[in-house]
């Protein structure tokens, strides 16, 4: 088992955010392996690292915002969206979806919307992404 400590989200050439652990650190990129294996470990360019976000669970959505959706397929990433709609009880959101290559796009349209829950839904987040002097390697 990988230490949650390790866990950090990798940006793919999709514009998505996936689940992933360092698992080794080289000079400019570092050794990533995937969420449940979805992928074979890669050694991922720090500017595409960052280390998952922290938000308060009642962030105040409000219509027009840009938002990170989290899909509901395998793998699971956070795609970058846009709310156009807000319930009533400001737990369900109608969300546009940025990019055309995401899990719910069809030819047939030029975006993609989804009806998302709140817990499938966060703020966006300013990437800071990683450096090597984050880490410090031991070696054996």
């Not at 360019?45 to 899909?71: G, T």
């Not at 709140?118 to 966006?124: A, G, L, S």
Request: aromatic share 16%; charged share 20%.
């Amino acid at each position: 088992m990988i230490s949650e400590d390790l866990a950090v989200e990798v940006h793919g050439s999709n514009s998505a955010w996936y689940k992933a652990w360092v698992i080794d650190v080289f000079k400019t990129n570092a050794l990533c392996t995937f969420e449940n294996g979805w992928k074979e470990d890669q050694r991922v360019p720090f500017m595409r690292i960052r280390l998952p976000p922290e938000y308060p669970s009642n962030y105040p959505y409000k219509l027009n915002e840009d938002v990170e959706v989290k899909s509901n397929t395998t793998p699971c990433c956070w795609w970058p969206a846009t709310i156009n709609f807000v319930s009533g009880d400001r737990n369900t959101f109608s969300i546009v979806y940025k990019y055309q290559n995401n899990y719910n796009y069809t030819s047939n349209s030029n975006y993609s919307v989804d009806l998302v829950g709140r817990d499938r839904i966060r703020p966006i987040t300013p990437s800071t992404f990683f450096h090597p002097s984050v880490f410090y390697k031991i070696q054996r």
